[in-house]
C-alpha cells in the first residue's frame, strides 16, 4: 500500500516536472515578450530603455537557463512575481485557489447528490417511462455547451428573474461575518455551479445507471434476493457498493474536466478563481502566474486520481496495490 | 425529444419576454457609494511601474501629477500653482550645455497639498521620485519625462518650491503628465534597503506591501482596500487640497467578461461602466435601449485622439505603386462605414490629426481629400494594367492576383468587424483581401512592431494634440534590425521633404510657423497614402443619469481627474 | 466496413440474419438514435448544399448590409448601393450587347443625365439607375416591358433580401452564416475524430499486440494526457503562433490557418480514450485462436494487426469516434467562443457566439440559434453513439 503510494507520487512528480518544461518552452517561444509589448504601446520608449528591461526581466538568456533559474527560484520557495499585477504570485494565487476549490467542491457536492440518485433510480426502474426520461436528461446534460448555457442561467435568473447576481464573488463594501458570508458566498455562486454541473450530472446519472445495471445483473445481488431479502436492502447494499467502484473512478477522471469548465465558468461569470487566472495569465504571458496557476492545476489534478485509486481499493478489497 | 424541444423553446420565450421587461427597479445610486465596472485589470498604484490602462484611470483618483490636461485638450497645473512658461517669467532659456540651449522651469506646489497623512507634498517628493525613477534597477517604461530633467534645485527656505533644468531647449517642457511625485517619507526607506536589488523598489515599495497606506495618496480619495483581480474600495482622502469629494465611497470592479457587464449593471451589481467597459458596439444598443425604455442611464460618447488606421507596407511589391494605394483609398466610403458600425458617434479619420487638435485641417486645398467613388478606383486600377478575370472576380497582372493581407489584433469586435468590412468593399473593385488576426502580445509585440506584416496592418494610436509626428513618418524611425526596431514608421515610407519639415518643426517655437508646417507634412501624407487613415475612436462611458460633474476628455487623461466634482444628485 | 462484419458473421453465427442485420434492426430500435441519425443527415446534406442554396436564394454569407445590422428575425431588407453598382458593372463586362442597346435608348430618349465630369457612355447606365429609385419611373418601366431595361429591373429586384433569422452585427445573414458554420463546426468535428481515430488505433494497436515496454510507455502517455486538464493545454498549444514555425511555414495559408491549428490542437488531445480501447480489444484478441494460428503461419505483424485486429475492433472503434464528434464539436465551439479557435470572418458556431455574447440583451436570438445548433448536433451525435454501443455489444443484441 505505501509502496504504491510512493511509486504513483514519484510518477506523478515526474509527469508534472516533464509538464512543467514543456509549458514553459511553450511559453517562452511565444512572440511578443513584454517589453515588446510595453515599447510597442509607447512611442518614448528608447532602445536603450529596451534593453535594460530585457535585461532586468531576464529574458536575454536562453530558453533551458531561464528554465533553471526558475526551477531554482520554485524550489527556493520563490514562486516568482507577476508581471501583470506586480506582486508576487503566491499573494494573488492563494485567496484564488481557495475560491477554485469552493467553486469545484460545490458543484462536485451537487452533482453527486443529484445524479447519482437519478441513475440508481433509472436502473432499478430500468426500461420503465422514468428511466426514459433520466436517461434524456443526462444526454442534455452532457451536450449542452456550457458557456452557452452560462449566458443563459445570466438572462433568466439575473436580469429577469433578479434572484442571483449576474457576475462576482462576494459583495464588495460590506463586512459579513459567519453564516451571513457563507450565504453572500453561496448566492455568487449558485449560477456558476449550476453550468458546471449539468453537465456532471449527465455523465454522473450515466455512469451510475450503468454500473448499477451491472452489478443488478449480478449472481450474488440474484442470489440475495431469492434469499428473500427485500428490494431496498439489497439494492443499497450489494449492488449499489460495488457500483459505487466504477462511478468513483469517473468522478476522479471527470475532475480534470471540471477544471477545464471551471475557466469558461469562471471567464463569464467573473468569478476569481485560479481557472480565469490561467486563462488570462496565459494570454497576458504573465510568465510566473501562468507557470504556477497551470503547475497547481495539473497537480491538483494528478492528486485526485490518486485519491481515486485509493478510494478503489478501500471499496473493493478484491484489488491489492504491488 | 418533443418534451425537450418545448423545454427550450420555454427558455427562448423567456429569453423574449427579457427583452421588453423593464431593468430591474435598482435604487438610485448616492452619494453614500458608487460602484464602477472596469473591464480591464489594474495593478498596485506605483506610478512608476504601472503599465495597464485602468491602473491609471484609477490612479488620478488617489493621486495627482504636476500638470494634467483639462477636458477641452489645455494644458493646466494640478498639484502645482501656475505652468511656468517664458511669458509668464518663470521659465527661462539659457545658453550652454550639450545643446546649445537649455532651460530651467521654477514650479511651486500648492500650499495646502498634503499625503493622507498629513505631511505636506514638497519639492523633496518630486526629486525622490526622479531619483528612484533613474535608478537601473526600477522597470520603469517611458524614462524619457525623467531623465529630459538634469537637475532638481529646491528652495532652501521653501521646500515647496523647486526648479528643473532641463537637458535641452524644447518648446514642449511643461507638457510633465506623466511626471509622477513619490511621498518621500514612506518610500526614501524602501529604496536605501532594496535600491541596488534588480526590480528591489517594486516588489517591496508600499505600493505593493502596504497599499492602504493614506500617506501613500495625496489625491481626492485614498485606497481602503484593494484585491488584485477583483475589486478596490476608495474612501475620500480628509487631507486633500482641494474641494471636498462629494461621494463617500468609490468601488471599482473588475468584471473582465464585457458580455456581462451590461447584466452586471441592470442587475445593480455596479452603478456606471468606465471607459474601460463595454465594447463599442455594445454601447450603441445599449443607448438606443435605454432610451427607448426610459432607463437611468446615459450613455456619453467623446471623441477622442485615438486614431484608427491602415499601415501600408510600403516593402510590398503592389502597394508600392502609388496608384493602387490611391484606389485602395477611393473605394472605401468612410462616411458610411462610420455612419453605419458607430451610427457617427466615431468619426471619419482624413489624416492622423485629431479634429481637437489645432494643427487640424480639412481645407482641400492644403490636403488631399479621398470622396468614395469605386467607379474611379477602378479606373485608376485598369490604368495600372490590372485587368478583372471573369471567373474569380478579382484583379490579374502578369499572372500575379492583386491580393493583400490584412492583419489586426484578434478578439477585437470593432476592428474584426471594419477589417470584415474594407475586405467586402475592396473585393467590389476586384482586390483580394485575406484576413489574418494575431492576439495583441504577438500583434504589437513582434508584428507590427518589426514590421513583419505583408502588406496592411490595422491598429490605432494615440498622440496628444500638437505632436511632432517623427516616430511616425520621418524615414529614420524606420524600424530594422539597425537601429533595434525602434520608431514607428513600420510601413517604411520615405520622403525626403517630410523628413526635412519634421527636422523644421522641432526648432520652431512660434505656434503659428508650427501648425504651417504640419498642414505641409499633411499634404505629403494624405497624397502618397503611406497609411489609410479610418476613424478615431472615441471614448464611452455608461453613467448614471443623477450623475453631475463627470466630464469625458477624450485624451489620456480620464474623467477621474476631476473626480471630485462628481455628484449624485 | 459492414462487408467486413458480415463476412466474419457468416463464418461463427449460424443464423439466418447477418450481423449487419441485426446491427441495423438493434439500432433502429433505439428511437432516440434513429431520430438523431435522420437530423444528422439531413444537417450534413444542408451543410454541403450550402453553396447550392446560396446561390439559389441569393444569398451569401459574406455579403454584408451595414445599415441593417442587428435585424431581428423573418425582415426584408435592401441591400446597399454599392452592391448595386458591383451588379450593374457585372452586368456590364458580361452583356456588351445589351448594354450598347441600353445606351443607345438612354441617349435617344435622354433618359438621365451624366453627373460625373468625365463621364463615359458606361457611366450613363449608372446615372440611369438611379432614377429607377422613382417607384413612380420603375412601375412606368415595368409596364413598359422593354427587354433589355427588363435586365436592369431585374437587377433592381435581387437587391430586396429576406432574412430567415436575422441579421448580425455586419447585417450578414445568421441563417445562411449558421448553415455555413455547419460546415466548419461538423467538418471540424469529423475531422478532428478520424484524425484522433487513426492516431489512437495505430498507439492503442502497437501497446497492445507488442505488449512490454512500448505497451507500459505508450500506456503512460495516455494515461497521462486523459488526467490533465485539457483546456489550458489547449489556450497554450492555441497561443502558438504556427507561421512563426519554420517548417510548418509553407502548408500555412493564411485564411485557414486558424482552422487548420484547431484542428491539430484537437486531434492532440482526442485520441487516448480510442487508443486505450483498441489496446483492450486488441489484447483480447490477442490470445484467440485465429490470431495464434496466423502467428503460426509466419504473417508479419503488420498484417496481423492490419487484417485481423483492426476488422475486430472497428465496432468499438465505431462508437468511440462518434461520441468523439460530439465532444470535438463542444471543444471547437469553446475554443472559439475563447477567441482562440477559428477566427472571423469563417464562420463557425463557436465565433458566432462570441460575437452574439456581447449584444445578448439586444438580440438575444443571435446567441439563441448557434448555441441551440450546437446542443443538437452533439446531442445527436451522442444518441447515436448509444444506439451503436447498444447494437455492437453483443450482450445487448436479441437473438
Known sequence: MTNFIIRRLIQNFITLIALSFICFSILALMPGDPVDLMMSANPKITTDDVARLKALYGLDQPIYMRYYNWMAQVVQGDLGYSRTYKVPVTEIIGPRLLNTFFLLTGALLLAIIVAIPLGVVAAVKSGSKLDYYINLMAFAGISIPSFWLALILIIVFSLNLGWFPAGGTETIGVNLTGFEYFLDRLKYMMLPILSLTIIQMGIFARYARSAMLETLKADYVRTARSKGISRIPVIMKHAFRNALIPIVTVIAINFSFIFSGAIITETIFSYQGVGKLVYDAILANDFNVAMVSFMISVGMVLFMSLVADLLYGFLDPRISYN | MRKLILLIQAVFLMQLSMNTAMAKSTNKPTNKILKIGVAQEFENLNPLIMTMLTTTYLYKMANRTLVSMDHKGNWVPQIVKELPSLKNKKAVLKKGGKHGKYIVAHWEILENAKWGDGTPVTGHDVKFAWETAMLDTVTIGEKEVYTQITKIDIDEKNPKKFSFTYEKAKWDFSQLGTFYILPKHLEASVVKKHGKEPSGYEKNSKYTTDATNPGLYNGPYRIKEIKLGSHVELVPNKYFYGEKPKIQKIILRLISDTGTMEANLRSGEIDMISKIGLTFDQALVFEKKAKKNNWPYLAKFKPGLVYEHIDFNLRNEFLKDINVRKALALSVDRDKLTQALFSGRQQKAIHNVAPIDPWYTDNPKEIVLYKHSKRKARKLLKAAGWKINKEDGFRYKNGKRLSFQLMTTSGNRTREQVQSYLQNQWKKIGVEITIKNEPARVYFGETVHKAKYPAMAMYAWISSPENTPRATFHSKSIPSKKNNYSGQNSGGWKNKTVDDLIDKMDLEFNAKRRAEIASKILYHYTNEVPVYPLYYRSDISIIPKNLKGHKMTGTQFSATNTVEDWDLQ | ?399
Not at chain 3, 432574412?163 to 455547419?182: K, Q
Request: charged content about 20%.
Open chain 3, 1 to 399: 466496413m459492414s462487408k467486413d462484419k458480415n463476412k466474419n458473421s457468416n463464418e461463427d453465427i449460424e443464423v439466418s440474419k447477418t450481423l449487419f442485420q441485426l446491427m441495423r434492426e438493434q439500432f433502429m430500435e433505439h428511437t432516440a438514435a434513429k431520430y438523431s441519425l435522420l437530423i444528422i443527415v439531413f444537417l450534413m446534406v444542408a451543410a454541403l448544399c450550402a453553396p447550392l442554396i446560396s446561390k439559389v436564394t441569393g444569398i451569401s454569407p459574406d455579403a454584408q448590409n451595414i445599415f441593417n445590422r442587428y435585424a431581428s428575425p423573418m425582415t426584408t431588407n435592401t441591400l446597399s448601393e454599392d452592391e448595386e453598382e458591383s451588379r450593374v458593372e457585372e452586368f456590364i463586362d458580361s452583356y456588351p450587347e445589351e448594354v450598347r442597346k441600353i445606351i443607345a435608348q438612354i441617349k435617344s430618349d435622354d433618359l438621365a443625365m451624366s453627373t460625373l465630369e468625365d463621364s463615359t457612355d458606361d457611366d450613363l447606365i449608372f446615372d440611369f439607375m438611379a432614377t429607377l429609385k422613382d417607384p413612380v419611373s420603375k412601375q412606368s418601366w415595368i409596364t413598359k416591358d422593354n427587354f433589355s431595361i427588363n435586365y436592369l429591373l431585374d437587377i433592381k429586384e435581387s437587391l430586396t433580401t429576406f432574412h430567415l433569422l436575422g441579421t448580425d452585427e455586419l447585417g450578414r445573414d445568421v441563417a445562411m452564416r449558421l448553415l455555413f458554420g455547419a460546415r466548419i463546426s461538423i467538418g471540424v468535428g469529423l475531422l478532428v475524430s478520424f484524425a484522433s481515430a487513426i492516431i489512437g488505433l495505430l498507439i492503442g494497436a502497437c501497446a497492445g499486440y507488442f505488449g512490454g515496454i512500448l505497451d507500459s510507455m505508450l500506456m503512460r502517455i495516455t494515461d497521462s494526457l486523459l488526467s490533465l486538464p485539457q483546456l489550458p493545454l489547449m489556450i497554450v498549444f492555441a497561443a502558438v503562433d504556427l507561421g512563426k514555425i519554420p517548417y510548418l511555414n509553407h502548408f500555412v495559408g493564411s485564411e485557414n490557418e486558424s482552422v487548420i491549428k484547431l484542428i491539430t490542437i484537437l486531434c492532440l488531445f482526442s485520441w487516448m480514450t480510442v487508443a486505450r480501447l483498441v489496446r483492450s480489444s486488441v489484447l483480447v484478441l490477442k490470445e484467440q485462436e485465429f490470431i495464434l494460428a496466423a502467428k503460426n503461419l509466419g504473417a508479419s505483424s503488420y498484417k496481423i494487426i492490419m487484417t485481423h485486429m483492426v476488422p475486430n475492433a472497428l465496432g468499438t472503434l465505431l462508437v468511440a469516434v462518434t461520441i468523439n464528434v460530439g465532444s470535438a464539436i463542444l471543444s471547437e465551439a469553446a475554443l472559439s467562443f475563447l477567441g482562440l479557435g477559428i477566427q472571423p470572418p469563417i464562420p463557425s458556431w463557436g465565433n458566432m457566439l462570441l460575437n452574439a455574447k456581447e449584444v445578448i440583451y439586444e438580440s438575444p436570438a443571435l446567441t439563441f440559434f448557434p448555441g441551440l445548433l450546437i446542443f443538437i448536433v452533439v446531442i445527436s451525435f451522442n444518441f447515436i453513439g448509444d444506439g451503436l454501443q447498444n447494437s455492437v455489444n453483443p450482450k445487448s443484441i436479441k437473438r
